[in-house]
């Protein structure tokens, strides 16, 4: 056999037999919201605005029947607004996301729409400047509505729910830019179970007031969460052809060892192994980053690139280019970090 084909017969064989395998990574990444570094204090206000269908405030549903309240409190909508904010506000305090933080629930009278209107920007410079803040969040609309439900034969006991929906937004007063405008909708469910499914024959279900005071504290809470940085468990993925080699380097990326890992990879690096190369290439970008080392991750990904175009193979192009992304995401979300720090 010509020794070009059996060179190719060999690669295609091993390409074939090549296993891909998910490694677990945990990275802190910043909130979901781009705060500008400087913006160390915040105001919060509340838009009072409802859209011309929102006018559920008052009923509730039992049993699939809709039915008014009694005895309602007459600031019901002021009451539960202050809820979500001054839960927005308290986590944010926990989380140390502002230094201070300046509410303005009452700034806005009540007023309704088909269509929200935007916020004047003039406005907010007004009210940030007055207050000292860097930026402004407004809580621009927030509905609620409870709903109970008797005991039946799939659910053998009474059960509760309450569904929130909220549009936030967030304005940066310097550049007169709108940061972000998100809708969020939040269910909180009793049933008598606990989280493990234990039935807790004491517990009693909030009434309909408690419940949408606990609800909009929540709403409060989960939207806070945007802008905190956390840790996150995300996949990364890489290859193991079948040589030994490969092999004894999967078991080094089992056990956390990167750098023995690394070592046997670059034996393989060399563009004079062809198709073999991309495999190495790219497993040395997940070895670097795993090192914190995102610049030599990208080159020996841009590397892998190089290969993947020249032999035009189109599934090692997509993971590539799809790990590109990535990269280039976390490497700024580092950069955010360590603006704020």
């Known amino acids: 056999m010509n020794r070009m084909l059996l060179l190719g ?17 945990d990275i802190y990444k910043p909130g979901e919201i781009a705060i500008p570094p400087e913006a160390q204090n915040v105001a919060i206000v509340y838009r009072n605005f409802k859209y011309h269908a929102d006018t559920l405030q008052h009923f509730y549903k039992h049993d699939y029947s809709l039915r008014k309240a009694q005895k309602d409190p007459k600031q019901l909508d002021s009451i539960i607004v202050s809820n979500c904010i001054k839960e927005l506000a308290k986590n944010f305090k926990t989380q140390n996301t502002f230094d201070e933080i300046h509410i303005f629930p009452k700034l806005f009278e009540a007023h309704s729409a088909k269509k929200m209107p935007g916020l004047n920007f003039d406005l907010v410079s007004t009210v940030t400047t007055s207050s000292h803040t860097d930026l402004l969040i407004s809580l621009e609309t927030f509905s609620y509505f409870f709903a109970e439900y008797s005991a039946t034969e799939e659910m053998p006991t009474k059960s509760s729910e309450v569904i929130t929906a909220a549009v936030w937004a967030v304005y940066n007063p310097y550049n007169q830019k709108l940061l972000e405008r998100k809708t969020m909708i939040d269910t909180i469910f009793w049933n008598g179970y606990d989280n493990q499914g234990n039935y807790q024959r004491k517990s009693k279900l909030p009434p ?4 949408l005071k606990i609800a ?6 989960n939207y ?3 802008f905190a940085a956390s840790w996150q468990t995300v996949n990364r993925t890489y290859s193991v ?7 004894a380097a999967d078991e080094y990326v089992q056990k956390g060892e990167w750098d ?3 070592m046997l990879w670059k034996r393989y690096a060399d563009g004079s192994n062809g198709k073999m ?21 990208q ?7 190089q290969i993947a175009t020249d032999y035009k193979s189109k599934e090692d192009l997509k993971m590539i280019l799809s790990y590109q992304k990535i990269l280039a995401k976390r490497q700024k979300d580092i950069a955010r970090l360590e603006q704020i720090q």
């Open 224 to 226: 806070s969460k945007r």
């Open 260 to 262: 023995n890992a690394i």
């Open 9 to 25: 017969f060999i690669l295609l064989t091993i390409s074939s037999c090549t296993v891909y395998k998910e490694y677990p990574i």
């Open 299 to 305: 080159k020996w990904l841009g590397a892998a690139l």
């Open 241 to 247: 052809p079948p040589l030994p080699d490969f092999s």
């Open 277 to 297: 190369a991309i495999n190495a290439r790219y497993n040395l970008a997940l070895g670097y980053e795993m090192k914190d080392d995102i610049n030599t991750a």
């Open 216 to 221: 909009s504290q929540m709403a409060g809470e």
């Open 208 to 211: 309909r007031i408690t419940a």
